[in-house]
């Protein structure tokens, strides 16, 4: 049996290159990759001209029946679906239960914890300093944080593209027995560096891919030392208020609005099965911390891709944004990951997992399709995420040209 802090370590998708928090990185033999391959995200065209298949009542029985055989094969207790064509139809269920112990059933309005795709809102201020002028791609750390091992190699461009060589603290096993002996404990953030620092760096700056929660730690601090506000304030000030995202929170403790669904982990000291709704998310901060709804990750799937508004108005620029998505190649088969942002297959976005919840939000701009998807389990399922089990089976019917099919990933070392 995978110890369990092998699976916290990743995030989500990735586990995968996506990355949940609690099981985001890539868990193979890393290959040395330099950044000079990189290109630039091309989703390519489908053969047939039609990159989504209209949603019509067919497609969408067909939708159905294919979430309902994810959740029995991975026993998801509730899950919430989202798909939005502009010229195919739209596709918004749930299914199951939001929670088990009343039988209360899930609703695409519940609030959710949405694990890593908090990395896409750190990136996203990150790169709004850097139009700004204010700090560039290639500064290195050690300019902003103090005390970082190869802090005066590593780049901001190196740690929103996981090629720090800095180990996952999330991997570390005295954070994983101080997690889950105190689910409602509060972390700073210099208490998750220290136990990323106090292991070995794993490869030098740049010579690979590793998924490192570790990196978004720092590139919060990194927003925070720039701008003069808490992480957590400047992305509402400057994401999530131009976006329009009023349902999106970034918590300081474990505040979790209503209506939410409770979430349910086997990420606990004894591998029992526990509702993690009131746990503490500071352990996960900038990298994993953040709260959303379906329909708020509906408008923010299509800004993150594009780094225009929901008005047409820039909130990234076309040349920053076109950094963001250069995707050098990963561990992962199919899978690119720029700053802070993978590419599977043409699906442009992140996943997130933390202890009870997964989330997908990915953005197709061949066919300007949104496909989001949230549960309240992160349990995995032949050591894959669900969420990922639900991407696959969805893009599968809806876009057989470009299905989201991240491979299960080896035990973590």
């Known amino acids: 049996m995978t110890h369990p802090c092998n699976r916290l370590r ?18 193979g033999a890393a290959v040395a990759l330099p950044y000079s ?36 094969q991975a026993s998801v207790p509730g899950v919430s679906v989202g798909i939005w064509t502009p010229d195919r139809g739209r596709y918004v269920k749930s299914f199951g239960v939001a929670d088990r112990s009343t039988g209360e059933k899930m609703r695409p309005d519940l609030f959710m914890r949405i694990g890593s795709e908090t990395k896409t809102f750190t990136v996203t201020a990150v790169l709004e300093l850097v139009d700004e002028g204010r700090i560039g791609l290639d500064d290195t750390i050690d300019k902003y944080v103090a005390g970082v091992p190869n802090g005066n190699k590593i780049t901001l461009r190196q740690l ?11 991997e570390d096993d005295g954070f994983f027995k101080a997690m889950t002996s105190d689910p409602q404990r509060s972390f700073s953030p210099q208490q998750l ?40 304030n400047y992305i509402q000030e400057h994401v999530l208020d131009p976006t329009g995202l009023k349902d999106t929170l970034f918590p300081t403790g474990n505040e979790f609005p209503e209506p939410h669904a ?32 379906l329909d708020d990750l509906r408008v923010w799937a299509r800004t993150v891709a594009t780094g225009k508004l929901p008005d047409g108005d820039t909130l990234i620029s076309p040349a920053v944004q076109k950094q963001r998505l250069t ?17 599977v297959q043409g699906w442009i976005g992140h996943n997130g997992s933390l202890p009870g919840y997964e989330s997908l939000t990915v953005y197709l701009p061949s066919a300007q399709t949104t ?35 991240l491979p299960a990933q080896p035990a973590a070392r």
């Open 10 to 27: 990743r995030g989500a998708v990735v586990a995968t290159v996506v990355g949940a928090l609690v099981a985001p990185a890539a868990g």
């Open 37 to 72: 391959t990189a290109v630039e995200a091309q989703p390519s065209p489908s053969p047939t001209g039609d990159a989504v298949r209209e949603l019509t009542p067919a497609v969408q029985r067909q939708i159905d029946q294919a979430v309902q055989r994810v959740m029995k």
């Open 160 to 170: 929103a593209g996981m090629r720090s060589g800095l180990f996952n603290y999330t």
């Open 193 to 232: 560096l220290d136990y990323a620092f106090d292991h070995p760096v794993m490869f030098q700056p740049g010579a690979e891919f590793d998924y490192s929660n570790t990196n978004l730690i720092l590139l919060g601090l990194v927003v925070q030392k720039v701008s003069g506000q808490s992480v957590g």
């Open 262 to 293: 409770q979430g349910y982990t086997d990420q606990t000291a004894d591998g029992g099965i526990e509702d993690t709704a009131d746990w503490n998310p500071s352990w996960a901060w900038a990298a994993g911390a953040m709260i959303s709804t």
């Open 327 to 343: 995707t050098p190649p990963t561990t992962i088969p199919g899978a690119g990951y720029g700053l802070g942002i993978f590419n």
């Open 371 to 405: 496909l989001v998807v949230v549960l309240n389990t992160d349990i995995s399922y032949k050591n894959e995420e669900p969420s990922t089990l639900f991407g696959d089976a969805i893009t599968t019917i809806i876009s057989p040209d470009h299905v989201f099919d």
